[in-house]
């Protein structure tokens, strides 16, 4: 069997939470071919169906970009030069930050593509991006401290049906996560669909980690009475 490729872009808007985007990118290369053949205990079967994973980190301009925390990071490609999308990840940045016109037109070409297949949002980054229009009608997760916060300044977007009590969500191409953490979580929920249940296995031996479903969510409180649409 010929493995997958996918082509997926990673969104770095100034000031991103760093995990939201460390932590989905790591795990979902977790079941890249590339790293899965150096897995011990890989069976033919996982590494011949594992995915081709070519990432690109894209932002205006090849600047480096500036996270919550680490080093500044220096995208790969910029929205004129970055390839055709599979798949988009979005971290999430300052909830009510403005998006430059240029990263608004990249965003919404992205995602109307007939042949795009998923965008990933962690965190504020589906709070951050509403304002492009591509979440309207969706049902979204976001960070929810952010989330009773614009609710309490009237900054709700109310084009978009926001979840206050899930930690992920699936609707249509969209996924999103609430906060941070949540990202990872979101990644296995999404890697689930593309491989089998042995590689995810395989993989979650190796990272050591056991995920948290979608529901029930122990943050739901967070929004507890909070009216979000």
């Not at 929810?144 to 899930?166: C, E, P, Q």
């Not at 930690?167 to 999103?176: A, L, P, V």
């Not at 689930?192 to 395989?202: E, G, R």
Request: aromatic share 8%; charged share 15%.
């Amino acid at each position: 069997m010929v493995n997958p490729i996918w082509t997926f872009g990673v969104l770095l808007i100034q000031g991103y939470q760093f995990l939201d985007m460390a932590g989905p990118v790591d795990y979902l290369q977790l079941h890249s071919r590339d790293f899965m053949s150096g897995v011990p205990g890989v069976t033919p079967e996982i590494l011949n169906n594992a995915p081709i994973i070519n990432w690109h980190f894209i932002a205006q301009d090849l600047n480096p970009v500036n996270a919550s925390s680490g080093p500044p990071l220096p995208p790969t490609d910029t929205f004129e030069t970055a390839p055709k999308l599979d798949y988009l990840l979005v971290p999430g940045p300052d909830p009510y930050i403005v998006l430059p016109a240029p990263m608004t037109k990249y965003i919404q070409n992205v995602v109307s593509d007939v042949s795009f297949k998923g965008l990933l949002t962690v965190c504020t980054g589906s709070m951050a991006i509403a304002q492009t229009g591509v979440l309207d009608g969706h049902e979204v997760c976001s960070n929810k401290v952010m989330l009773r916060d614009a609710a309490s300044k009237g900054l709700i977007n109310h084009n978009v049906t926001w979840i206050g009590d899930k930690r992920w969500h699936q609707d249509g191409k969209i996924w999103s996560a609430a906060g941070v953490t949540a990202g990872i979580d979101l990644a296995v929920g999404f890697i689930a669909t593309k491989v089998s249940k042995n590689a995810t296995a395989l993989a979650q031996d190796a990272f050591e980690y056991h995920p948290n479903p979608a529901s029930p969510d122990r943050f739901a409180r967070i929004l507890k009475g909070v009216d979000l649409n």
